[in-house]
């Protein structure tokens, strides 16, 4: 794609500023040879990192119209998916642990969809609190369902590795709509089926 490969260019030009930013420092990039051919690897890295945006609202559509009929109308719940990002503050990769359920009407979606949905939702350069709403809203407005809720913990490194260096905080949101927002039970059962420890399947 050829926005992909002109993002890629411009990283390129960015990581050759940070490595002459790296020289200021007193290192030695460019005789050191661990560094050579790492413009372009740290490009091609940061552009798996950032998926294109128009990518992501692509596959999203055609996801949301291959559904199936509903024959059930519980909760249903995708829960610790592990996903990658970055923060739009720092540009520092975030790690992510998200949970998300939805309570169909008509429509549900491939139980693998919701571990995508996470997944390229995730990879884009956005706060965290925004993802969290969109992955509900999405679940409830977009899916038509009964309910929607997401539960986002993310351990960001520019809180872990630099500044108030919060090692181990982990950033928590979470957002509700529909009966989730209505019924605070539906709500709680959510959070305690993604935020209590259980045993592991294998
Ligand atoms: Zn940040």
């Given amino acids: 794609?050829?926005?992909?490969?002109?993002?890629?260019?411009?990283?390129?030009?960015?990581?050759?500023?940070?490595?002459?930013?790296?020289?200021?420092l007193g290192y030695d990039t460019s005789a050191d040879e661990n560094f050579q051919g790492t413009v372009s690897r740290a490009a091609k890295g940061l552009a798996e990192l950032v998926l294109c945006n128009d990518t992501v609202q692509s596959e999203i559509n055609d996801m949301l119209a291959k559904t199936f009929p509903a024959r059930y109308d519980e909760m249903v719940i995708s829960k610790h998916n592990v996903s990658f990002g970055v923060c739009p503050h720092h540009i520092l990769p975030v790690i992510y642990r998200i949970s998300v359920a939805y309570i169909p009407m008509e429509k549900v979606l491939g139980i693998s969809k919701l571990s995508r949905l996470v997944q390229l939702l995730a990879r884009r350069p956005i706060l965290q609190e925004d993802l969290t709403h969109e992955l509900a809203r999405i679940l409830h407005q977009t899916l038509e369902s009964r309910g929607a809720a997401a539960y986002v913990e993310g351990m960001h490194l520019c809180m872990a590795a630099r500044g108030v260096q919060a090692h181990e905080a982990r950033v928590v949101t979470s957002a509700v709509r529909g009966a989730f927002l209505d019924q605070p039970a539906t709500r709680q059962e959510f959070l305690d089926l993604v935020t209590t420890a259980h045993p592991s399947l294998l």
Avoid: Q
């Fill in 1 to 24: 794609m050829a926005d992909r490969e002109l993002a890629e260019a411009h990283f390129r030009e960015g990581f050759k500023k940070i490595l002459e930013g790296f020289e200021l």
